[in-house]
């Protein structure tokens, strides 16, 4: 373990390198938002405590997710450590639960005609995109909720491995859902790219393309063990 580390507990979430995680995902999620929407946009500043900031906010809990499950598969910045690894993936984890739930107060607080139009109908009600997209968001950040709580110190041991993985594996629930939520959300704009800010791609796609990664990579690695199994097993037949 580097010199960084040596004076800090092996298991605390905020330690320099997690710090870094967080300021990188989130320093470049805003800078996104702020460049797409008010540089390359015509977003008035006065937005960028709230609408702007929550826009970060809820690509950085996709990045932060996503990141959690593809740290030790595709990212392995840490295979020297496992113990940092471990505790990046925990972090990240927690971090993007936290930053969901808080998206989703902020959106709370935002949601109207006057913010976002398409999704309301001429009463000033959700229509039925509004309505879809809403609610697959909320069971999205319900099914956050199992791997959060169980990645917590003593979890593990309290409800046995099995349960365990069986709880971090709703993470991909939660990560499918979040594509759905997000093509709901924002599909029709995708199909116009002459209408981008900057020919930059809405924070919206960007999130899904995250998303998609993680379960695209579980479906691999899953693929690829399936195939080694089946060779495994033409192999045993033939010794014998």
Same mark, same amino acid.
């Given at each position: 373990?580097s010199?960084e580390h040596?004076e800090l507990?092996?298991?605390?979430?905020?330690?320099?390198?997690?710090g870094?995680w967080?300021?990188v995902i989130?320093?470049?999620?805003?800078?996104y938002?702020?460049v797409?929407?008010?540089?390359?946009g015509e977003v008035?500043?006065?937005?960028?405590?709230l609408?702007?900031?929550?826009?970060?906010?809820?690509?950085?809990a996709v990045?932060?997710v996503?990141?959690s499950?593809?740290?030790?598969?595709?990212?392995?910045w840490?295979?020297?450590?496992?113990a940092?690894?471990?505790v990046?993936?925990?972090f990240?984890? %927690?971090? /993007?639960f @936290?930053?969901?739930a *808080?998206h989703a107060?902020?959106?709370?607080?935002l &949601?109207? !005609?006057a913010?976002?139009?398409?999704y309301?109908d001429?009463?000033g009600?959700l229509? %039925?995109? /509004?309505? @879809?997209?809403?609610s *697959?968001?909320?069971?999205?950040?319900?099914?956050? &909720?199992? !791997?959060?709580?169980?990645?917590?110190?003593g979890m593990?041991?309290?409800?046995?491995g099995w349960?365990?993985?069986?709880?971090?594996?709703a993470g991909?629930i939660a990560?499918a859902?979040?594509?759905?939520h997000?093509v709901a959300?924002?599909f029709?704009?995708?199909l116009?790219?002459?209408?981008?800010?900057?020919?930059?791609?809405?924070i919206?796609l960007v999130a899904?393309?995250?998303?998609?990664?993680?379960?695209?990579?579980?479906?691999k690695?899953?693929h690829d063990?399936a195939?080694r199994?089946?060779?495994?097993a033409v192999?045993?037949?033939q010794?014998h």
């Amino acid at each position: 373990m580097s010199d960084e580390h040596r004076e800090l507990p092996s298991d605390r979430l905020w330690q320099p390198t997690t710090g870094k995680w967080f300021a990188v995902i989130f320093g470049a999620s805003l800078a996104y938002a702020v460049v797409r929407y008010h540089l390359a946009g015509e977003v008035e500043w006065r937005h960028l405590p709230l609408f702007i900031l929550n826009k970060a906010t809820s690509l950085a809990a996709v990045f932060f997710v996503a990141s959690s499950y593809l740290i030790g598969k595709i990212f392995r910045w840490h295979d020297h450590d496992p113990a940092l690894r471990l505790v990046v993936i925990k972090f990240c984890g %927690l971090m /993007g639960f @936290f930053l969901a739930a *808080v998206h989703a107060f902020f959106s709370l607080a935002l &949601l109207s !005609p006057a913010y976002y139009g398409k999704y309301f109908d001429d009463a000033g009600r959700l229509n %039925l995109q /509004g309505e @879809f997209a809403m609610s *697959v968001g909320v069971i999205a950040l319900f099914f956050l &909720l199992a !791997p959060a709580i169980t990645t917590l110190p003593g979890m593990p041991k309290a409800i046995g491995g099995w349960r365990w993985k069986r709880n971090q594996r709703a993470g991909y629930i939660a990560l499918a859902l979040v594509v759905v939520h997000l093509v709901a959300l924002g599909f029709k704009g995708w199909l116009a790219p002459q209408g981008w800010n900057g020919g930059m791609p809405p924070i919206s796609l960007v999130a899904v393309i995250a998303a998609l990664v993680p379960l695209i990579v579980r479906r691999k690695l899953e693929h690829d063990k399936a195939a080694r199994s089946r060779e495994k097993a033409v192999s045993d037949e033939q010794e014998h």
